[in-house]
């Protein structure tokens, strides 16, 4: 963590760009707290004010309230030229010179995929979130959103079902959980994942900070899928970003009637990518079908060491590399139940047994 960086961004109406600016005009971060008013005046976009802000160290109270509310509640501040800052991240045009965080970044968290859309979805784009989101997270692929209701929540929360990581990208300070109904998600989401926000403790918590959020979520994301977006939709914003960005847009088509999918249907028309499924979106990333090859090897070659019981062979005795419904398996096997889901769940860890979407369960030896 810059202290320096965290100290410009404490002045008010400092953003990424003045701070860009401020950066390349004098080297550093600490550079620019060492300048005189009349030096600071003459960058084009700063006020009398934040000049006199700086040289009279008026930010200072401001990084105080930032340290001791991180010290209390076991946050911590990701800075530009931090080794753990997101690499992915970095690589956007006006990147968050600050980060505040609950919850490790991971380095393969650098493949992820950003799901967004309407806060109040139909049931046909609950479902399709929920299917597109779990999916991709099967794979053991990063979901990322904005922890807003509807779309971001159930992305959010399919992730967490499957055990895989999600990023939350908050429009508000890490104290105001927005929406508080949303404050479980929060919880599990800074165990299994991150949360984090550009918004310091105690700023104004105003809609342009969502906004501006918009560009984290796709700036940390290798492709944004918008699940389903009237015309003002703010998930627009976030496929814009992307495409601004260099990232894939993919959009989930609709029913042409209902004014709910206009937004998707017109990414579409400018050409993202129509998605119905998670293998859509992984289908477009060649290396992920290799390393999830990779992955799926080394389980076999895992589970080809490990010795399994009675129980677990005869469960195993019922399955094939096709596929077979659970249904089946209680009725082919002469276990119990509570004893054949038991031994599933050992022979998935051990790697014998792949899970497959509707409750099949899949031989992989």
């Known amino acids: ?57 008026r930010y200072q109270r401001t990084v105080d309230i930032q340290l001791k509310w991180m010290e209390k509640y076991r946050a911590y501040l990701l800075t530009l030229g931090d080794e753990s800052y997101p690499g992915i991240l970095r690589q956007i045009y006006d990147p968050p010179p600050v980060l505040m965080c609950m919850g490790e970044f991971h380095h393969e968290d650098d493949v ?7 806060r109040y979805p139909d049931d046909y784009g609950k479902k399709m979130c929920y299917k597109i989101a779990k999916g ?3 794979r053991n692929i990063c979901i990322v959103s904005g922890m807003a209701k509807g779309i971001d929540a159930i992305s959010h929360q399919a992730a967490l079902d499957t055990g895989s990581r999600t990023i939350a990208v908050m429009g508000t300070s890490l104290e105001r959980i927005y929406p508080a109904e949303n404050k479980h998600l929060f919880d599990k989401i800074k ?8 918004t310091l403790i105690g700023q104004k918590q105003v809609p342009a900070n969502f906004i501006r959020r918009n560009r984290i979520i796709s700036g940390l994301s290798r492709g944004v899928i ?13 496929a814009l970003n992307a495409n ?6 993919f959009a989930v088509p609709g029913d042409a009637l209902k004014g709910r999918h206009t937004g998707c249907h017109r990414l579409i028309r400018l050409g993202a990518k129509i998605v ?10 060649p290396f992920l079908k290799e390393r999830m090859n990779g992955q799926k090897d080394i389980f076999i070659e895992a589970a080809r060491k490990t010795k399994v019981g009675k129980e677990e062979e005869a469960i195993l005795n019922c399955l094939n590399k096709d596929g077979v419904h659970i249904d089946v398996i209680f009725d082919k096997c002469e276990l119990d139940r509570a004893e054949i889901m038991k031994g599933l769940l050992g022979l998935e860890i051990k790697g014998y047994v792949q899970r497959g979407k509707g409750d099949y369960y899949v031989r992989n030896i």
Do not use: H, W
Request: hydrophobic share 40%; proline share 1%; net charge negative.
């Open 136 to 138: 991709i997270a099967e």
């Open 226 to 238: 918008v699940v389903q977006a009237g015309t003002t939709s703010g998930s627009l914003v976030t």
């Open 191 to 198: 165990e299994k994942g991150v949360v984090c926000t550009e």
């Open 244 to 249: 601004e960005q260099n990232r894939d847009v």
């Open 112 to 118: 992820a995929f950003g799901v967004v859309g309407m």
């Open 1 to 57: 963590m810059d202290i320096s960086t965290l100290a410009i961004m404490c002045v008010d109406g400092i953003g990424p760009r003045l701070y860009k600016t401020l950066v390349q005009t004098f080297g550093s971060a600490e550079q620019t707290l060492e300048q005189d008013k009349k030096t600071l005046k003459q960058i084009q976009g700063i006020t009398n004010d934040q000049a006199s802000a700086i040289v009279d160290k």
């Open 276 to 285: 119905e499924n998670a293998d859509d979106v992984i289908n477009e990333y």
